[in-house]
């Protein structure tokens, strides 16, 4: 699993979901050809795959769909950036992953840098 830092402040707001991203200390290269899924926090959490909101049972579907095009367009399954509220639950996060992984994505959790003691 690779981590993905996202420079910039620890709020984000991405496809009108507010999003505080968890820190980490490691770094890795972006993915170039990545799709983006969103998950907010609260009690009914949204994911959002591409500025689209999709529905958890759903969530599998599309991405074969997308894994379909990728092969397609650019010859391999591409990558996933997994946007999660660091209050989300991590139970949902390493489902979401798993059903990425499953069809074949690279997965990269998008984090902060850790603030230096």
Do not use: C, M, Y
């Amino acid at each position: 699993l690779l981590v993905f830092f996202l420079l910039g402040s620890s709020l984000v707001v991405q496809s009108g979901v507010r999003l505080e991203l968890p820190p980490s200390s490691f770094a890795v290269q972006g993915l170039a050809d990545a799709h983006v899924l969103i998950v907010s926090a609260g009690p009914s959490p949204r994911i959002i795959l591409n500025q689209t909101e999709v529905a958890r049972h759903q969530l599998a579907a599309r991405l074969e769909a997308l894994a379909k095009s990728d092969r397609e367009h650019i010859g391999r399954v591409g990558g996933i950036i997994v946007k999660a509220d660091q209050t989300t639950p991590h139970g949902l996060v390493s489902e979401l992953t798993s059903v990425a992984l499953s069809h074949g994505f690279r997965v990269a959790w998008a984090t902060l840098p850790a603030e230096k003691d």
